[in-house]
């Protein structure tokens, strides 16, 4: 089923920058995944609570399909505004699954065993990495990315469903042998559609979501305004975005019946810094890697396949991390450092060496390390950021991991939405002053379209100045990327130090 999953999120990665450019609308690669990336967070609140009213497999059913619903609507859409809408329920599911997963491994295994077990859960990708570029070629070559959504639409379910199975077999088995004790205000059904409402903190999260979006797409969506910045719905975004977070921070102290977690618990040092370091470093990892794809097809001259397999080193070089990691920290478990003396570091090398590409200096190979280095710190960060928050409180692990997902998922929002406003401010008007004259008539294609920049020929007036362009405004992302990583670095001396290699405590409360 990961296999699949993993094989499906990549292939969907590939196909984006042609979904958009198809409707000549390039520079929304990014934007897409801004709904999508805050929807998934917020959303993770009430499944985390669904997870514990409604049970494990019901729950997880509802994910796959909206991950099945979300499939089908990118295979039919006829714009961007409705595939950022598929990408929304697509992205709800794939990471409402992913979430179950991990509350899989906390419900069913010590902590010092959960970061290898993450490992193992993950381990797919480290063969299904091979067959994502060729995949995608074929795709655009032969059936288009129609199909190439659609074709997944069948296959989700289909693999999906021996784990459904297996987990309302086991479930039901576990109820009626009298394991799992349900909370007593869930034992029937309520009457009232409110008593739901109130339940799941409808109100917060729609002011939240509402918030967020706001704020962040007008970072995305400003340069398709008349007046930009100026535009009179910009200003109401940038102004109403900010006023509604204030609010959520108030209805959710004052005013909301029910809340996922403690305001004290939230208050922890490690629960804050540990959610600051989340933030921080989803948003400089997105940002850095939004455009990374495009990149490569237009300044490096790499088709598809080897494209594919650059973009994909995270998926396979993380998994492998992991693994490695999971062993280490039977043997030597403090978790706190390791982050701030590899994972991190890794990071910051990996985006930071990217700053040097300049118009007579773009080395794959330099490319092919800084993805290396990245994965290796994401294969780390991953399971200790989880691991951190589990050892906080385990009758409160579901919840902690809930409100992480949101800030991670606001952060690779953002993240993206920083990217959309560096590329429209800066591409248009640097391929203005470096195209050949002959070419400003058709700024508007080139700057739209990821087809139209890779059909120059490499080495002509136009493909040198389109790379050129490129250069100057990644070298803006990669700086505003890395900078942000300071903050990550520093959050993480912040957190309790925890001996995760000495804990033998049993499962997550959970259960």
């Known amino acids: ?43 993770v609140l009430p499944y985390a609570r669904l997870i ?3 049970g494990r497999p019901e729950s997880f059913s509802l994910m796959v399909l909206l991950t099945t619903l979300g499939s089908v609507m990118m295979a039919c859409c006829q714009n961007v505004e409705t595939y950022c809408a ?38 797919p990708s480290l063969c299904s990495i091979w067959a994502y570029g060729p995949a995608a070629d074929s795709i655009l070559r032969t059936i288009g990315f129609r199909w190439g959504f659609g074709v997944w639409s069948i296959a989700v379910p289909v693999f999906c469903a021996p784990l459904t199975f297996l987990m309302f077999r086991y479930y039901g088995a576990a109820k009626s042998a009298g394991v799992i004790a349900k909370p007593t205000s869930t034992k029937r059904w309520p009457k009232s559609t409110m008593y739901w409402i109130k339940e799941f903190d409808v109100v917060g999260l729609l002011i939240l979501a509402t918030g967020l979006s706001l704020l962040l797409l007008a970072l995305s969506i400003y340069s398709y305004q008349g007046k930009g910045w ?32 403690s305001a004290k618990l939230l208050r922890d040092q490690t629960v804050v810094w540990t959610n600051v370091m989340a933030a921080t470093l989803y948003t400089s990892e997105f940002l850095c890697s939004a455009y990374v794809y495009s990149m490569l097809i237009v300044v490096f001259d790499q088709d598809v396949i ?33 982050t701030i003396f590899l994972a ?7 985006q930071g060496l990217m700053i040097a590409f300049r118009p007579s200096f773009t080395p794959v190979g330099l490319m092919i390390f800084c993805q290396i280095a990245i994965a290796f710190g994401g294969g780390l960060i991953y399971p200790i950021e989880q691991m951190i928050l589990m050892d906080v409180s385990r009758e409160y692990t579901t ?27 800066m591409f248009k008007s640097r391929l203005m002053e470096y195209l050949p004259s002959d070419e400003i008539s058709r700024v508007d294609h080139i700057y739209g379209s990821l087809d139209v920049q890779s059909s120059y020929a490499p080495g002509s007036e136009a493909r040198l100045a389109i790379n050129h362009a490129y250069l100057d405004t990644q070298r803006v992302i990669f700086i505003a990327a890395t900078a942000i990583l300071s903050v990550t670095w520093i959050s993480v001396f912040f957190w309790r130090d925890i001996d995760a290699g000495r804990r033998k405590s049993a499962t997550a409360r959970g259960a």
């Open 52 to 54: 514990e009213v409604w």
């Open 306 to 338: 080897q494209a594919t397999y650059i973009n994909n080193i995270y998926s396979i070089g993380s998994s492998a991390a992991t693994l490695v990691f999971g062993v280490a920290i039977r043997y030597y478990g403090r978790v706190k450092w390791y």
């Open 230 to 261: 100026e535009s009179p719905t910009i200003i109401s975004f940038l102004i109403i975005g900010p006023l509604l977070l204030v609010a959520f921070g108030l209805y959710e102290k004052y005013i909301a019946p029910t809340t996922f977690v």
């Open 344 to 350: 991190i570091p890794l990071f910051i090398l990996g």
């Open 86 to 123: 598929a990408q929304v329920f697509y992205y709800v599911g794939y990471y409402g699954i992913q979430f179950s997963l991990v509350i899989l491994i906390a419900d069913s295994a010590p902590i010092r065993n959960r970061a290898l077990l993450f490992g193992i859960v993950w381990s």
């Open 399 to 425: 919840a902690l991991l809930a409100v992480e997902s949101v800030v991670v998922y606001a952060g690779k929002a953002a993240g993206a939405a920083i990217a959309t406003a560096i590329w429209t401010k």
């Open 1 to 43: 089923m990961v296999f699949v999953l993993g094989f499906s999120k990549s292939i969907f990665g590939v196909l984006t920058p042609y979904v958009t450019s198809s409707f000549d609308k390039h520079a929304l690669t990014a934007t897409t995944s801004v709904l999508a990336n805050i929807a998934s967070g917020v959303v």
